[in-house]
């Protein structure tokens, strides 16, 4: 059985790479997608960009960037600052549902605010899903519920009731 403890450690910087399946990138990005990445996180994150930001996620959904905000949410650079790009996912209006593995283990986070803004997105999906991925997400919400906070637990227990409804579909 997976110690959902260990999810963690996938998006710390400093002991792995994270890539996300389905992006087509290598394990270190090209300079110039790393410039994108960078420019795209400060473009989302600084508050001195803020009358920009709705231009950047309408200019993101015209141009398929979703790749790219999943990128930077992967990135080193996003720590501290990856709930506001996970919230963007779903700003952007950018449908996401092949990434449902990724936006499982971000729910499953231990940052309250990622967590949210993940099981936000996954609420927003409009699907197709594959079968495989719902129930995996399903059985890995439902170990994870075991050792939560009560707050994080109904949260936890909305996204089953979305996973289970999109399972119906």
Same mark, same amino acid.
């Given at each position: /059985?997976?110690?959902?403890?260990?999810?963690?450690?996938?998006?710390?910087?400093?002991?792995?790479?994270?890539?996300?399946?389905?992006?087509?990138?290598?394990?270190?990005?090209? %300079?110039?997608?790393?410039?994108? $990445?960078?420019?795209?996180?400060?473009?989302?994150?600084?508050?001195?960009?803020?009358?920009?930001?709705?231009? *950047?996620?309408?200019?993101?959904?015209?141009?398929?960037?979703?790749? $790219?905000?999943?990128? *930077?949410?992967?990135?080193?650079?996003?720590?501290?600052?990856?709930?506001?790009?996970? *919230?963007?996912?779903?700003?952007?209006?950018?449908?996401?549902?092949?990434?449902? %593995?990724?936006?499982?283990?971000?729910?499953?986070?231990?940052?309250?605010?990622?967590?949210?803004?993940?099981?936000?997105?996954?609420?927003? /999906?409009?699907?197709?899903?594959?079968?495989?991925?719902?129930?995996?997400?399903?059985?890995?919400?439902?170990?994870?519920?075991?050792?939560?906070?009560?707050?994080?637990?109904?949260?936890?227990?909305?996204?089953?009731?979305?996973?289970?409804?999109?399972?119906?579909?």
């Amino acid at each position: /059985m997976e110690n959902n403890d260990d999810l963690e450690k996938y998006f710390n910087s400093k002991e792995y790479i994270t890539t996300i399946v389905g992006i087509d990138q290598e394990h270190t990005p090209s %300079p110039e997608k790393a410039g994108k $990445v960078s420019t795209l996180i400060s473009l989302l994150t600084d508050p001195s960009n803020k009358e920009i930001r709705e231009e *950047a996620l309408i200019t993101l959904k015209k141009d398929n960037g979703g790749d $790219v905000l999943l990128t *930077a949410i992967a990135s080193p650079e996003s720590d501290g600052k990856k709930h506001i790009l996970v *919230a963007a996912c779903w700003e952007s209006e950018i449908n996401f549902s092949k990434y449902l %593995p990724f936006f499982i283990l971000l729910a499953l986070s231990d940052d309250y605010l990622i967590s949210l803004e993940a099981i936000t997105v996954i609420e927003n /999906m409009e699907g197709p899903f594959e079968k495989d991925h719902l129930t995996q997400g399903i059985k890995k919400i439902k170990e994870k519920q075991k050792s939560i906070s009560s707050e994080r637990l109904v949260l936890l227990n909305d996204l089953v009731v979305t996973l289970e409804e999109f399972l119906k579909k």
